[in-house]
């Protein structure tokens, strides 16, 4: 089975602030199609999608953006 995992990005030593910013768009994308009823399962995916590529302060920014466009 192939494992589902990103394509590093090329310019990702040049520029981090695309690869967040793409790993920010995939989990805006799954929780949309997934449409969670609470903050914590926006986190979950959140975090799966990422997978301990960003710190803690985006982490959280990530979650608090996304909650805000999939949970009103």
């Known amino acids: 089975m192939r494992e589902n995992r990103l394509s590093p990005v090329r310019t990702a030593r ?3 602030e695309a690869r ?3 790993l920010h768009l995939i989990a805006a994308a799954r929780a949309a ?8 399962q926006v986190s979950d995916i959140v975090r799966v999608t ?3 590529e960003v ?10 953006d ?3 466009d999939v949970l009103r």
């Open 66 to 68: 996304i909650s805000a």
């Open 20 to 22: 967040v910013q793409r």
């Open 33 to 40: 199609a997934v449409a969670p009823t609470s903050q914590q």
């Open 14 to 16: 040049e520029c981090p």
């Open 50 to 52: 990422v997978d301990d």
């Open 55 to 64: 710190d803690t302060s985006t982490f959280r920014a990530i979650v608090t």
